[in-house]
């Protein structure tokens, strides 16, 4: 079951990053905005940070399985219908902000609903472990998604991108079909309503401070570093001058990066160097993206994404994993959601860096984002 759940991952997340790169590099070429490049990003995390906790509350007293095969099954159809609009050249904004909107509200159940399965097919002393390869797997497909979206962009067109979608959800819904059975079917909390959960959820946030803090460097991180990868396509253009499949090879030199450090992390950290790698992890990030704003040429470029993304790694191998450990069985689900409402709150992030990249440029949007993320 843990190996279904880990395919599900892979699958899910190759999606999401292709998509990002592809969706990113069409609206910039219809519309020669970076605003609007962000605003498709913004629309992405939306739901998650509408919706996270409320998600978080549902995943407690519903089977998790079900709405994971569920999700899936409907995404599949739903790119498959956006592919078959695409082919016929009818590609929009409208279009676009629809596929990527859909995406988002998948992904507001992944930590609730996904993640926690883990708990649920491994042991307490596996958990840290398993979370952890997760992330390895997530990171791995910051490197795959980016080359797989330019290579189908540049040789198939964004219908192409709908349709290997369609591909790997149908696949992601399939494996869980056949390969889980227990996961998600024990209910994780008690009896009481999902607004009382909810209230819950927050009022031991509220008691918890290594809760507070894990949350703070999620509002860091996700304010201020990861808002970079939006203007990565507009910098990679205006500036390096790439084609799709280079520009997607530069854009997942940060994803081996991550994949790197996340990899690191599973040999060799201890639980007792979680919390320093959470949040230095997000320094290191904030650093190398400034460091990047400052280049011309494609080679300093991947390499700086590159070291970007180790910090990333770092802070992503352990956000889910702190959380997890750090709360009580019976309130995961709702942290988990609380997590997610922290994660959704990039869509401040990317608002910030799409107006300021469309006021002074990609490249002092970065540097003004950087500098106030170091001040936090």
Known sequence: EFVSLWFVGAALNTVRWLE???????VFEMTGSPFHVALMVILR????????ALTGALAERINRRLVLLVGMFLMSVASLWFGVIASSGDVTLWLLGASVLLNGFLWAFDNPVRRTLFADVVTLAQLGSAMTLDTVTSNSTRFIGP????????????????FLGALLY??????????TKVA???????GSSVLAALLSGFRLLRHDRTLQGIMAVTLVFNVWAFPLGSMIPVIGKEVLGLTPLPLGVLMSAEGVGALLGALLILAFAEPRHYR???????????V??????QVESFLPAAGFLFLTGIGAGCFSAMQGVLVMLCTPVEARGRMMGVLSVCIGLCTVGFLHIGLLGHWLGAELAIVICTFEGFLV
């Open 147 to 162: 080359v797989l979206g330019g290579l189908f962009l540049e040789y198939a067109g964004i219908h192409g991108v709908f």
């Open 20 to 26: 990002v790169l592809a969706v990113g590099v069409v």
């Open 276 to 286: 320093y790698l959470y949040t230095y992890g997000t320094f290191l990030c904030l």
């Open 288 to 293: 190398m993206a400034f460091a990047f704003s």
């Open 170 to 179: 149908g696949a992601a819904t399939i494996v869980t079909l056949v390969g």
């Open 45 to 52: 995390f939306l739901p998650l940070a509408l919706l996270g």
């Open 184 to 190: 998600g079917s024990q209910k994780l909390g008690g």
